[in-house]
C-alpha cells in the first residue's frame, strides 16, 4: 500500500455521479492541504480541486466548478471527491496528492494550492470513464 490510496472511479454514464475517496498514511494528514489532479493519455496533468487543512477552503478549475465537491474528514485521514454531473470531457485517471505540512493557523485554515509544485505525495490514480 502506498501513502495515499485512491478508489472509487469506474465507468458511468454521462449525467451520472461518481464518488472518489482517497486515504492517506499520514499521521499529520490534519495539516497538509489535499488536492486531486487528472490526466488523460497524452496530456500534461492538470488541477482540479483543493481543500485546506482546516476543510474550511476549497478552490475548483472552472472546468468542474458547480458539479465536483471535496471533502475531507482529518479524523480518518481521508479525502473525498464528490462529482456530479459527469460528462466525456470528465474521462481522465485522477490523482489524489499531499502538499507539504503547513503550521501558521492561517495556512491550516486557508491554504489550497493549485500548482502541481506545491504538492509532493502522489497517488497512484483511479481511472474516471464517462460514456454517452
Known amino acids: 500500500q502506498g501513502r495515499l490510496v485512491e478508489s472509487g472511479g469506474g465507468l458511468v454514464q454521462a449525467g451520472n455521479s461518481l464518488r472518489l475517496s482517497c486515504v492517506v498514511s499520514?499521521?499529520?494528514?490534519?495539516?497538509?492541504?489535499m488536492g486531486w489532479f487528472r490526466q488523460g493519455p497524452g496530456k500534461e496533468r492538470e488541477f482540479v480541486a483543493a481543500?485546506?487543512?482546516?476543510?474550511?477552503?476549497?478552490i475548483y478549475s472552472d472546468s468542474v466548478k458547480g458539479r465536483f465537491t471535496l471533502s475531507r474528514e482529518n479524523i480518518k485521514n481521508t479525502l473525498y471527491q464528490q462529482m456530479n454531473n459527469l460528462n466525456l470531457e470528465d474521462t481522465d485517471v485522477y490523482f489524489c496528492?499531499?502538499?507539504?505540512?503547513?503550521?501558521?493557523?492561517?495556512?491550516?485554515?486557508?491554504?489550497?494550492?493549485?500548482?502541481?509544485?506545491?504538492?509532493?505525495?502522489w497517488g497512484q490514480g483511479t481511472q474516471v470513464a464517462v460514456s454517452s
Open positions: 499520514d499521521r499529520s494528514f490534519s495539516s497538509h492541504p
Open positions: 496528492s499531499e502538499s507539504r505540512s503547513l503550521t501558521t493557523i492561517g495556512e491550516l485554515l486557508n491554504a489550497a494550492p493549485r500548482a502541481r509544485s506545491e504538492y509532493e505525495y
Open positions: 481543500i485546506s487543512p482546516s476543510g474550511l477552503r476549497e
